[in-house]
């Protein structure tokens, strides 16, 4: 290893067989997958521009390439479910969750961001990151979208995607800015409960709020990847494959130490 975000022999062996085999024609790939893999985890967890990329890494033409043709596919997306799948094994759990957390979390955008928008009430001109996660924090989807989309509206679009393919989902905690017609949608197209946990005026300071603490934990995690205390990317798919790989490399790391 020689940086800290490379994967290890054996959490390579974990996702490889992820990745389609090599073809027997035509000229041998020059960089093997676990070497540009290495070198988006590289970005993901340090921040820094592509073109900033340590040289003993693949040229960042072609590791963003591969970004690209591996989000569009679906290949990242296809990591992060089956890494998922199996952390929840490991303890004790279905693959498919009943019980679900959903938030909401506004990032300021750089000025190469594609669309955006601005969050009057957090004072961000930027995106937001909309997240449904299972009671382990892991995550179940992310919908990225400007800021200046209210929460119950993302969240409709974000459940609209989630609920189909996760159809076990019977109750979901959320906070007060959830409350309203969205819980009476939820309940009459899906049959899922939305439960409000709100903070009592009588709080002061900080205080950890019963299934609020996970979904808040979950962005601390996301929060020690540095390209992902800000939106740079240009295109949403993008923004949504940084947060998939930040949690896949997360979960590598827990499932190695299982």
Known sequence: MRYASDITDEQ???ISYCFPKAA??????????????????????????WRYLPKDLPPWQ??????????????????????????RKLDGRKYQPTAAIIDSQSVKASETCGQRGYDAGKKVNGRKRHILVDTLGLLLLVLVLPADI???????????????????????????????KLVQWTQGKFHCVMEIVKRSDKLCGFTVLPRRWVVERTFGWLGRY????????????????????????LMLSRWVKH
């Open 12 to 14: 390579w062996k974990i």
């Open 24 to 49: 027997k024609t035509g000229r041998p790939r020059k960089y093997s997958y676990r070497e540009i893999l290495n070198a988006i985890f590289y970005v993901n967890k340090t921040g820094c521009q």
């Open 62 to 87: 072609t590791v963003y390439g591969y970004l690209r043709r591996w989000t569009n596919c679906g290949l990242i997306h296809q990591i992060h479910e089956h890494l998922r799948d199996h952390i």
């Open 150 to 180: 209210q929460d119950r509206d993302g969240a409709r679009l974000l459940l609209a995607r989630a609920l189909p393919l996760f159809g076990k989902i019977k109750l979901i905690w959320a906070d007060g800015g959830y409350a309203g």
């Open 226 to 249: 540095r390209r992902l205390n800000r939106d740079y990317e240009r295109k949403q798919q993008t923004a949504q494959a940084m947060v998939y790989l930040a949690m896949s490399r």
